[in-house]
């Protein structure tokens, strides 16, 4: 397996813990090997749990960062307007919204958010959907065992 998301200046990345929790963030420059400096301007889409971005300049921890397949071509130390020209000209924000990691966590956030009722309605469903499934499956297994049989 090639290893493909480096630390390097533009690498857009998920920012996992603290302050700015679920939004997207530019890496501007490398301080050293824990830390980053980090700038996410664009105010574009806001999915449900806020993967946008509106992350003031900082140095933040590797630690608390998840690096993305994205990338901006920005230059080392790029001021907040050309990171913000750059993040927007990429269309980050779009290639975010229809990656499986947002639309995963999308799913994660309303789940989390059901009320007691909607998930007994959700149980239900399913129930009812494996039990048609289960039904169709044995009759396929029926019909193969008549078609052995003979």
Known sequence: MIYN???????V???AKGKDQGKL???????????????????????????????????????????TKYKVPIRLGQRTKGVQEA?????INEQWKNS?????????HIR???TDFERFKVLRAKQLRNRIIRTELGKLRKATKKTSAK
């Open 112 to 114: 989390s958010n059901l």
């Open 87 to 91: 993040f927007e000209k990429a269309g």
């Open 13 to 15: 990345a998920f920012i």
């Open 5 to 11: 998301k480096f630390v390097e200046v533009g690498r």
């Open 100 to 108: 499986l990691w947002a639309k995963k966590l999308e799913k994660r």
């Open 25 to 67: 963030a530019v890496l501007v420059n490398i301080i050293d090997g824990n830390r980053v400096l980090v700038d996410g301007p664009s105010t574009g889409v806001v999915l449900v749990d806020g993967p946008s971005t509106g992350v003031v300049r900082g140095v933040r921890n590797f630690k608390d960062l998840h690096l």
